[in-house]
C-alpha cells in the first residue's frame, strides 16, 4: 500500500493556504468543505484564486465520478472561471484509471499537470545572484509589480493578475513576499508563508523575457530564507507546474502526488472523448 502522508499533507496544505488567499481577496468568497470536496473560490479575475479540491483519500471510481460531478456543479455555478485540482495519488487504482474519462464525463477539460513537494529543508542560506537584488514587498507598487510578473508569467491580462493581489494587506504582513530586481527593474517573484506548521511556498514566477537566468530560484531561495529566519519552521510544501518541476529539488524538495488540473470544457471539447496528452500549460501556483 502507498504511503499516502505526503500526497494527504500537499492536500491539506493547499486548502490551508487557498482559505486565507481567497479570504483576503474577499471576505465573503465561497469557502467550505463539504464532504470529499474543499471550495475556496473568491470568484474573481486571478483564476487560481477560484479553485475546487477532491478531498477524499482512496477514493474508488463510483465516488470519483461523484465528487467530479459535483465539482463541476459548483464551478458552473460561478461567474468566474477557476480550477479543480486532483491529487491523483489520493485516488485508488481503479479510479486513477478512469480519471480521465470521469472528468470527460462531468463536463471538465484536463488544463494542465502538476506535482506536490514538500521537505525539511530549511533553513537554507541566503542566496545571492550576481544580477539581481532583493526587495521584500512591503507597499502598493511593489505588489503591483508582483501581480504584473504572475500575470505575464501565466499568460494572463495583467489586470486579471492585479485583482487577485491589489491591495491586500496580508501580502504586505503575513507573506514573506520577494522581488528580485536586475539592474532596479522587478524581473522575478516568489512567496511563502506559514501554514499550519510548515512554510507554503506560492506564485513563484519570471518575467518570461528573463527565464532560465537561474532568478526564478534565487528569488525562491530568499522567501524560504526569510520566511524561516522569521517563523523558525523547518518544513516546507509547494505545488509545481512542469515548468517548475526541475527547479525545486535542487533546493531540497521531493515530489509527492501528482496533480492534475481542470477546468469546465467548452462546448466544442464535450464531444470530445478525454485526452491524457498535456496541453501547453502556464506556470502554475507555485512555478
Known amino acids: 500500500m502507498r504511503d499516502l502522508t505526503e500526497s494527504v499533507e ?13 479570504l483576503d481577496r474577499d471576505p465573503r468568497a465561497d469557502v467550505r468543505d463539504l464532504p470529499g470536496v474543499a471550495v475556496r473560490w473568491a470568484d474573481c479575475r486571478f483564476a487560481f484564486w477560484n479553485c475546487v479540491t477532491l478531498t477524499d483519500v482512496g477514493a474508488d471510481a463510483g465516488s470519483l465520478r461523484q465528487r467530479l460531478g459535483q465539482a463541476a456543479g459548483i464551478m458552473r455555478s460561478k461567474s468566474r472561471p477557476g480550477f479543480l485540482w486532483v491529487f491523483e495519488d489520493l485516488l485508488d487504482d481503479e479510479a486513477r484509471a478512469v480519471l480521465g474519462e470521469a472528468a470527460g464525463a462531468a463536463g471538465l477539460a484536463y ?10 529543508l530549511l533553513p537554507v542560506p541566503e542566496p545571492v545572484h550576481p544580477e539581481l537584488t532583493f526587495a521584500r514587498v512591503s507597499d ?39 522581488l528580485g530586481l536586475r539592474d532596479g527593474v522587478p524581473v522575478t517573484c516568489a512567496a511563502t508563508v506559514e501554514a499550519d506548521g510548515r ?3 506560492v506564485l513563484v514566477a519570471t518575467d518570461p523575457a528573463w527565464e532560465r537566468h537561474g532568478y526564478g530560484e534565487a528569488v525562491t531561495r530568499k522567501a524560504l530564507h ?20 526541475p ?9 509527492n ?16 472523448p478525454a485526452e491524457l496528452v498535456e496541453p501547453a500549460a502556464p506556470a502554475g501556483p507555485a512555478g
Open 111 to 120: 488544463a494542465f499537470p502538476g506535482t506536490g513537494m514538500a521537505g525539511d
Open 247 to 255: 527547479v525545486y529539488p535542487r533546493i531540497g524538495f521531493e515530489p
Open 140 to 178: 502598493d507598487e511593489l505588489l503591483r509589480a508582483y501581480a504584473d510578473i504572475n500575470a505575464r508569467a501565466y499568460g494572463f491580462p495583467l489586470e486579471d493578475g492585479r485583482d487577485g493581489l491589489a491591495g491586500s494587506s496580508l501580502w504586505k504582513s503575513r507573506v514573506f513576499a520577494y
Open 226 to 245: 526569510e520566511g524561516a529566519r522569521a517563523t523558525g519552521l523547518t518544513r516546507a510544501t509547494l505545488h509545481a507546474t512542469a515548468a517548475g518541476a
Open 199 to 201: 512554510l507554503f511556498v
Open 10 to 22: 500537499s492536500m491539506e496544505q493547499l486548502a490551508a493556504v487557498w482559505r486565507l488567499m481567497v
Open 257 to 272: 502526488s501528482p496533480i492534475r488540473f481542470y477546468s469546465l470544457a467548452e462546448p466544442s471539447e464535450l464531444a470530445e
